[in-house]
């Protein structure tokens, strides 16, 4: 069974840094894009940020400058490098990514993974 499964988040002081982490395993054929997402209290699930295979990203203006998403294609592995963290970044934090499984007939599928709890405050 194919699944996504994040870690790295916790507790950090305004101004500092946290990285996320998202392995992809199971039945995995390829992955297409591959990205993370936030959803704060009481708001609706964002797009933070996206890279697709040949590298290019693309970032939610609010996190521009701050946070860079990379990944590693041999590992299926994502992560997520957040510096300046601002209280208003206090999310929880998934990992989305497309993925085609080794049963080809199935196609490219969407997963979510459970979620990692990233606070920011003093």
């Known amino acids: 069974q194919t699944q996504l499964v994040e870690s790295g988040g916790g507790l950090v002081q305004p101004g500092g840094s946290l990285r996320l982490s998202c392995a992809a395993s199971?039945?995995?054929?390829?992955?297409?894009?591959m990205s993370w997402y936030r959803q704060g209290p009481g708001k609706q699930r964002e797009l933070v940020a996206t890279?697709?295979?040949?590298?290019?990203?693309n970032y939610a203006d609010s996190v521009k400058g701050r946070f860079t998403i990379s990944r590693d294609n041999a590992k299926n592995m994502v992560y997520l490098q957040m510096n300046s963290l601002k209280p208003e970044d206090t999310a929880a934090y998934y990992c989305?990514?497309?993925?085609?499984?080794?049963?080809?007939?199935?196609?490219?599928?969407?997963?979510w993974g459970q979620g990692t709890q990233v606070t920011v405050s003093s």
């Open positions: 890279i697709v295979p040949g590298g290019r990203t």
């Open positions: 989305y990514a497309v993925i085609r499984p080794q049963e080809l007939a199935l196609g490219w599928r969407a997963y």
């Open positions: 199971g039945s995995i054929f390829s992955i297409n894009a």
